[in-house]
């Protein structure tokens, strides 16, 4: 039996469309060796003014419009973000703000002495610096930071890994980690993702199955980075609907000096990576389409 050419062209299309409309891959990949040599991000930290009362904030503003990576010598993912310090109590206020270390480093985590040389990664690291002179022991502190990087189209999240150091020397408290994720417009923060005590350096995956079962809360980080936990509404979120930036969130609230230390505390970020399905640009579905017609006319029999 012959098939109409009409029946042939939609079966090739709808065909084409089935197989173009969506792939599995890995969307975001941070993991590797991205800069010769340590390299400043594209906005360093400054003076973001008083913070209430008794309070004075460093670091650098939210933006998902200008790039926190490194403008030149950097070959890794475009990031976006912003990050801060605040110092709660100024009675025993440091003598001076520094620039702090906000770089990519090069060649930093050796991941638990499996890599050395040249196959150590880079991270992404900002840690405050603080000339505390004579001592500023008992200074109270939050430390909040966001790195978001961007996913396209993404569809079907199933799977994400990332490995940060938290370092807090000198320092009490405790902090909790966080996914971000941008849908339709909107940023979505996820419930905390802690599984224990989180300085030091360790690598966290979480499967499909615990991607699902995440509650999420808005979170609007261009009004205010640190997130308000406490008054915060979690429900379910998802993400098979799209989601066109993930990234991870960092937050100290509580953090005293124990020491008259000289650094802040510091969040080094030496893999990122994301998993899902992409829904490929209009142009590549369209030429997906045609391919996918095109054999199934040059295959037609009787």
Known sequence: ?????????????????????????????????????????????????????????????????????????????????????????????????????????????????????????????????????????????????????????LIDLSSIEFRREVAAAGQSGTFTQHLVAEQGGHYYISQDVSPGALVGNNTFNLNQAQLDGLTWAAYSPGTQLNFDQAAATFAALDLDLGVTSIGYYLEGDDLTYTAASSTGPTLNLSIFEAQGTVVPEPATAALLALGGMTVLLRRRTV
Do not use: H
Not at 47 to 74: I, K
């Open 1 to 153: 039996m012959s098939i109409s050419r009409p029946c042939v062209l939609s079966a090739g299309l709808a065909l084409a469309l089935s197989m173009g409309s969506a792939q599995a891959a890995v969307v975001v990949s941070y993991e590797g060796n991205y800069v010769g040599s340590d390299t400043n991000l594209s906005r360093v930290d400054a003076s973001l003014g008083a913070r209430g009362a008794a309070g004075e904030a460093f670091g650098t503003a939210f933006s998902d419009t200008s790039a926190l990576s490194p403008n030149s010598g950097y070959t890794g993912p475009t990031f976006f973000g912003g990050y801060e310090w605040v110092l709660k109590d100024t009675s025993q206020f440091p003598n001076s703000y520094n620039a702090g270390r906000t770089q990519i480093r090069n060649e930093r985590d050796n991941v638990n002495g499996t890599l050395s040389g040249a196959n150590r990664l880079d991270s992404i690291t900002l840690q405050g610096d603080f000339d505390g002179g004579g001592g500023y022991n008992g200074t109270e502190m939050a430390f909040t930071a966001l790195v978001l990087f961007e996913a396209g189209d």
